[in-house]
């Protein structure tokens, strides 16, 4: 049974490790040596870590990845990916070298707004309210004119402060729906603080005018919106279609097997979620690899799927005049400056193997990133199937899951290149080697 414990977040790292150790784990010894082994040997590195969050015991190691042979806009990029899941890696790495030979990905960013709401409660009469709320704009730019003085020099900044009645859907519920430019930026914090500026100068406001003495607005919160359907890039492929095999077409069989799995994804949201978890594969691998903060992207990205009121495949699917074209079309809110992107080392690695992109740039080199995955899922999923290839990767992973040692898993990895691969078969097969 565990204990209570005040005070956690005060205990030194030695003192939390030995408390988890004890309170929460058979072997107190074995969890600290465990833990320790995952530490840096490098202290300073080990501080920067250890600082990024609070109750740090330890290091969780993801791998770290690369993905070649990208021509994105005409540009050739490897694309760092860190992912946890076999076969993710390759696949990409695949439709990047099919799509080489046939002119490349091309992108378009189509916007990069950004969205906070200042959420509050207000139940007298409206046209005071929307006269307040126009009186106030530029009292809400000077209150906010120390937090976007940068941004503004570089071009960013508030763009606009509409107020929104969402009375039909609850009582007295409005809303300072604003929108930002943040520039490189991901900008959670400039919104946010732009936003809890905008709430105290309404409440200031309200606070001494007379026509709002019996009815005042009640902020509820400000807060940015992960919802960025104007933050959007585009990502797409297209090659003609040849009824003979070559480097640059593809034939008409698998461009129409192709278009039916996007319409059964756009059709079936059963489909629709495993299709686009199978772009967020891509997605989050690259947003993670740039120190960027994946559950806000996904976040956004599900809800954007589900934005005509059923939830939908992100990538689209043309055959028209013998051309193959393939796109997606996905919000994506990030940042290369701010964040992580100065403090991780492996984040700077990544940024600087990206050649150092802006927050565009890297929009654009994302959205090839889930375009690709998607590609490599669908190619497998409407020829061979997911499981030859994906269980292939997967042998590495069963065999250290078994014990293998190093000559056991070069000769077992010899073996099932002309084999099929699953759990029972490698256990077999593992055996018999041993005998
Ligand atoms: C597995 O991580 C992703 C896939 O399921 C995606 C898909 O089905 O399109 C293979």
């Known amino acids: ?64 990845a690369v993905a070649p042979n990208f021509l994105i806009n005409e540009q050739l990029l490897a694309i760092p990916m860190t992912i946890e899941e076999s076969s993710v890696v390759a696949a990409a790495s695949k439709a990047a070298k099919f799509w080489l030979t046939k ?41 906010t004119a120390a937090i976007t003085k940068n941004m503004n020099k570089r071009g960013g900044g508030i763009s606009a402060i509409n107020l929104r009645d969402k009375t039909d859907q609850l009582e007295g519920y409005y809303q300072l729906h604003c929108t930002f430019e943040t520039l490189d930026a991901m900008g959670a914090n ?151 992107t100065s403090l991780h080392p492996l984040v700077k690695l990544s940024l600087e193997i990206l050649q150092q992109p802006s927050a565009k740039e890297l929009m654009q080199i994302i959205a090839v990133a889930g375009l690709a995955q998607n590609f490599a899922a669908l190619r497998s999923l409407v020829t061979t199937g997911i499981q030859k290839g994906h269980m292939k990767m997967h042998l590495l992973n069963i065999l250290n899951t078994l014990g293998a040692n190093d000559r056991e898993k070069e000769q077992l990895v010899a073996l099932f290149k002309e084999q099929t691969v699953s759990n029972a078969a490698v256990t077999e097969a593992l055996e018999n080697l041993r005998r």
């Open 1 to 64: 049974m565990q204990r209570p414990v005040n005070g956690f977040s005060k205990l030194s790292k030695q003192q939390k490790i030995e408390w988890i150790a004890k309170e929460c784990t058979q072997d107190p010894e074995k969890t600290k040596k465990l833990l320790e082994k995952y530490w840096n040997a490098d202290t300073d590195l080990q501080k920067t870590h250890d600082e990024f969050i609070e109750n740090t015991l330890s290091n969780f190691y993801l791998p770290y």
């Open 103 to 143: 002119g490349g990905f091309k992108t378009e960013v189509l916007g990069t707004e950004k969205i906070g709401q200042v959420h509050f409660m207000y139940h007298g009469q409206k046209n005071k309210l929307v006269n307040l709320i126009d009186a106030l704009q530029p009292k809400f730019m000077a209150d």
């Open 190 to 340: 400039f919104i946010n603080s732009c936003l809890e500026q905008f709430a105290t100068t309404l409440e200031n406001a309200v606070a001494i005018h007379p026509e709002f003495a019996n009815d005042k607005p009640e902020v509820v919160m400000s807060i940015l919106s992960n919802y960025v359907p104007n933050c959007v890039v585009r990502a797409s492929v297209s090659c003609p279609i040849t009824n003979t095999k070559s480097e640059n077409s593809v034939s008409r069989t698998f461009a129409e097997k192709m278009y039916q799995a996007v319409t059964i994804a756009k059709t079936e949201p059963f489909r629709a979620v495993t299709h686009n978890k199978g772009i967020m594969n891509g997605i989050d691998a690259v947003v993670l690899a740039t120190g960027n903060d994946f559950r806000a992207i996904e976040a956004g990205v599900h809800a954007y799927a589900a934005k005509d009121g059923k939830y939908s495949s992100l990538t689209h699917c043309t055959i028209e005049n013998n051309e193959f074209k393939f796109w997606i079309d996905v919000p994506l809110a990030l940042g290369t400056v701010g964040g992580l």
